[in-house]
């Protein structure tokens, strides 16, 4: 095979994958939004009303999802890498001072309002995959809640298992869906072709001027057809930008489009078919395949986000807004995949709540389109910054360009504000939780910080010092994780001070997280020797990568510093953290911290330090 064949091949198969993983919860929009936009109104099932709320699907689609992130937004990478958390700390890279701090903030509840999304697509998507069995027979109404419960607590309980073997379906499984899409739409479409004249964008402007007010809280119904737009950058690490580029324009866009304008020929035809305009597209004996199809379409899209939910995580805990917690690698050959069992459980219980207050999709579709916009708007602000400083755009093409994003995501933030009594209270109290969570642990640990180096030796003088006057001295060598590079660490002055002896070899390990996605292994550890018997190392990690002592202790060896892991003493500070009244941070705050901190992972499991190599000492810090 030639070179030409075979890398065609490879890009064929990758952006079948991307069809699988990016495109999910997009892909699965049309179960539910264009009934939800006739529903939010209770507008008459008209030919002007189809045509325009079909331009505004339409149009949406075009300008925000395809101009913005699929032209614009994917450009905006960290090597390779897309998402929130990506994008402010490139922009917080760029720029200093207080508007660093305002990156920060924005970044920060864009990544709380995810969580939010990460709770209801699942819940959301799978309950309009079960009520298709309503279409079957209005007996079947009973099952809807159950067979949803079912499939969700499936989805969660398989998740420790990996996606390595399930993700090989999802590509061909979503190709199918948006086969299926298309084929469904274009019959329909073919019995009232007048639905094509929804193309023309005067169809969407008459709308909006004929109903007014009404047609603004339409549009918070409209943004259902977006949802999953954040994914196509959030997963570009995965697979690339080009074939998410390949995927959308070959498969993706076409598969929809036609399915909405399918749903609105429909409807234009029997009226009636509103309850659930999607699977009335199929005859009755492909109800139930079409049923099936669905379940596994919405289980893809939901293990999109529960997946980017646990990337997420880990990149907050690497730049210090999360405590530690459990990390499983699922995969010997994807770094990306990954499971957080506190995470994974968390999220179940949560959704499992939304569904059994909520109870149905209609319900539901008040509290969904909030987080998405809501996270839509701040990566639009965070854009505007990287495409100012880095990418050096005018002010006028920058502003212009960024102008015409936050235009569409307001007003669509904006519809959805108005739906905050119906449901939308619910991400939005998510992602205040979340945001206070990550908050406060960023200012506590700063807090500590500051708190543990008003006492804190000077390290040069200290290694002088012990040089030059020795204290008795063991065989073998000493690691002290320390998270500064300039004091003396609290478990070694603990160890002299009771044990009263110091390792022939002393190692200060402090590891770094950069605002890197990934560090390249020719910078990943730096060795210094700073006497005859006292090193200090700087192990660098990107937020998108868990440290791990056996890589640190190769690198070494590469620099030069042997360390043998079973020969090798890990020593550490084990705060105790008391609550008090000093300037800083409200004392609430201040209990959150310590019930965080009590909570999280052990620094020997986190950094895989076999517990037999540990000594961990104690030191009491007031906040």
């Given at each position: 095979?030639?070179?030409?064949?075979?890398?065609?091949?490879?890009?064929?198969?990758?952006?079948?994958?991307?069809?699988?993983?990016?495109?999910?919860?997009?892909?699965?929009?049309?179960?539910?939004?264009?009934?939800?936009?006739?529903?939010?109104?209770?507008?008459?099932?008209?030919?002007?009303?189809?045509?325009?709320?079909?331009?505004?699907?339409?149009?949406?689609?075009?300008?925000?999802?395809?101009?913005?992130?699929?032209?614009?937004?994917?450009?905006?990478?960290?090597?390779?890498?897309?998402?929130?958390?990506?994008?402010?700390?490139?922009?917080?890279?760029?720029?200093?001072?207080?508007?660093?701090?305002?990156?920060?903030?924005?970044?920060?509840?864009?990544?709380?309002?995810?969580?939010?999304?990460?709770?209801?697509?699942?819940?959301?998507?799978?309950?309009?995959?079960?009520?298709?069995?309503?279409?079957?027979?209005?007996?079947?109404?009973?099952?809807?809640?159950?067979?949803?419960?079912?499939?969700?607590?499936?989805?969660?309980?398989?998740?420790?298992?990996?996606?390595?073997?399930?993700?090989?379906?999802?590509?061909?499984?979503?190709?199918?869906?948006?086969?299926?899409?298309?084929?469904?739409?274009?019959?329909?479409?073919?019995?009232?072709?007048?639905?094509?004249?929804?193309?023309?964008?005067?169809?969407?402007?008459?709308?909006?001027?004929?109903?007014?007010?009404?047609?603004?809280?339409?549009?918070?119904?409209?943004?259902?057809?977006?949802?999953?737009?954040?994914?196509?950058?959030?997963?570009?690490?995965?697979?690339?930008?080009?074939?998410?580029?390949?995927?959308?324009?070959?498969?993706?866009?076409?598969?929809?489009?036609?399915?909405?304008?399918?749903?609105?020929?429909?409807?234009?035809?029997?009226?009636?078919?509103?309850?659930?305009?999607?699977?009335?597209?199929?005859?009755?004996?492909?109800?139930?395949?079409?049923?099936?199809?669905?379940?596994?379409?919405?289980?893809?899209?939901?293990?999109?986000?529960?997946?980017?939910?646990?990337?997420?995580?880990?990149?907050?805990?690497?730049?210090?807004?999360?405590?530690?917690?459990?990390?499983?690698?699922?995969?010997?050959?994807?770094?990306?995949?990954?499971?957080?069992?506190?995470?994974?459980?968390?999220?179940?219980?949560?959704?499992?709540?939304?569904?059994?207050?909520?109870?149905?999709?209609?319900?539901?579709?008040?509290a969904y389109g909030i987080a998405v916009t809501g996270t839509m708007a701040i990566t639009s602000i965070l854009f505007y910054v990287v495409a100012r400083h880095q990418w050096n755009w005018s002010l006028p093409v920058a502003g212009g360009l960024t102008g015409l994003f936050l235009a569409f995501d307001l007003t669509f933030f904006s519809a959805n504000l108005l739906k905050v009594t119906h449901g939308g209270w619910l991400p939005l109290a998510i992602g205040l939780v979340i945001f206070t969570l990550?908050?406060?642990?960023?200012?506590?640990?700063?807090?500590?910080?500051?708190?543990?180096?008003?006492?804190?030796?000077?390290?040069?003088?200290?290694?002088?010092?012990?040089?030059?006057?020795?204290?008795?001295?063991?065989?073998?060598?000493?690691?002290?994780?320390?998270?500064?590079?300039?004091?003396?660490?609290?478990?070694?002055?603990?160890?002299?001070?009771?044990?009263?002896?110091?390792?022939?070899?002393?190692?200060?390990?402090?590891?770094?997280?950069?605002?890197?996605?990934?560090?390249?292994?020719?910078?990943?550890?730096?060795?210094?020797?700073?006497?005859?018997?006292?090193?200090?190392?700087?192990?660098?990690?990107?937020?998108?990568?868990?440290?791990?002592?056996?890589?640190?202790?190769?690198?070494?060896?590469?620099?030069?510093?042997?360390?043998?892991?079973?020969?090798?003493?890990?020593?550490?500070?084990?705060?105790?953290?008391?609550?008090?009244?000093?300037?800083?941070?409200?004392?609430?705050?201040?209990?959150?911290?310590?019930?965080?901190?009590?909570?999280?992972?052990?620094?020997?499991?986190?950094?895989?330090?076999?517990?037999?190599?540990?000594?961990?000492?104690?030191?009491?810090?007031?906040?």
């Open positions: 095979m030639s070179h030409s064949a075979s890398g065609k091949s490879a890009m064929a198969g990758i952006t079948l994958a991307a069809l699988g993983v990016v495109y999910g919860d997009i892909g699965t929009s049309p179960l539910y939004t264009l009934k939800t936009c006739f529903s939010a109104e209770h507008l008459p099932i008209s030919e002007v009303n189809i045509l325009g709320i079909l331009s505004l699907i339409f149009w949406s689609i075009m300008l925000v999802v395809t101009l913005k992130y699929v032209t614009f937004i994917l450009r905006a990478d960290n090597k390779g890498e897309g998402g929130i958390m990506v994008l402010m700390g490139l922009a917080r890279r760029l720029v200093e001072g207080r508007a660093s701090w305002r990156i920060v903030l924005f970044g920060l509840f864009g990544a709380a309002l995810f969580y939010g999304d990460a709770i209801i697509t699942p819940a959301m998507s799978v309950l309009s995959a079960a009520e298709g069995l309503e279409v079957i027979s209005p007996t079947l109404t009973p099952y809807v809640l159950p067979m949803s419960v079912v499939v969700l607590a499936g989805l969660f309980l398989i998740q420790r298992h990996g996606t390595d073997t399930v993700g090989k379906l999802f590509g061909p499984v979503m190709l199918v869906w948006f086969f299926m899409l298309g084929v469904l739409g274009a019959i329909n479409i073919a019995k009232a072709p007048l639905v094509i004249a929804a193309i023309n964008p005067m169809n969407a402007l008459a709308f909006l001027i004929h109903h007014g007010w009404g047609s603004f809280l339409v549009l918070g119904a409209v943004v259902l057809a977006l949802t999953g737009a954040e994914a196509l950058y959030a997963d570009m690490g995965h697979f690339g930008r080009r074939p998410i580029h390949i995927a959308w324009f070959s498969v993706v866009l076409p598969g929809l489009v036609l399915n909405y304008f399918g749903q609105g020929a429909l409807l234009l035809h029997d009226p009636k078919t509103i309850e659930n305009p999607f699977f009335y597209m199929a005859p009755q004996w492909a109800v139930l395949p079409l049923i099936i199809l669905a379940t596994l379409a919405t289980v893809i899209a939901s293990q999109a986000v529960i997946s980017g939910a646990y990337s997420l995580t880990r990149s907050a805990i690497q730049l210090g807004y999360c405590p530690r917690m459990k990390i499983t690698h699922t995969s010997e050959r994807e770094i990306g995949q990954i499971y957080l069992p506190f995470v994974n459980w968390a999220l179940l219980v949560a959704v499992m709540v939304v569904v059994l207050t909520f109870r149905s999709s209609d319900n539901l579709a008040a990550l908050s406060t642990w960023k200012r506590g640990r700063e807090l500590l910080f500051d708190r543990i180096q008003e006492h804190a030796l000077p390290i040069d003088s200290f290694v002088e010092n012990i040089e030059a006057y020795p204290p008795t001295r063991v065989e073998g060598t000493a690691v002290f994780l320390t998270g500064t590079t300039h004091g003396v660490p609290h478990a070694l002055l603990h160890n002299l001070k009771h044990n009263k002896v110091l390792h022939e070899r002393v190692v200060f390990l402090t590891v770094r997280t950069e605002d890197l996605s990934y560090v390249d292994d020719a910078e990943r550890v730096q060795v210094e020797q700073m006497s005859p018997s006292f090193w200090r190392v700087i192990a660098r990690y990107g937020f998108m990568e868990t440290p791990d002592q056996q890589d640190i202790l190769k690198h070494c060896e590469q620099a030069g510093l042997k360390l043998e892991l079973m020969e090798t003493s890990f020593f550490l500070s084990r705060e105790t953290l008391i609550t008090t009244d000093h300037p800083g941070m409200a004392r609430w705050r201040e209990k959150i911290f310590v019930w965080m901190s009590k909570n999280a992972l052990r620094a020997t499991d986190f950094f895989q330090i076999p517990t037999n190599r540990a000594v961990e000492l104690g030191t009491q810090v007031e906040l």
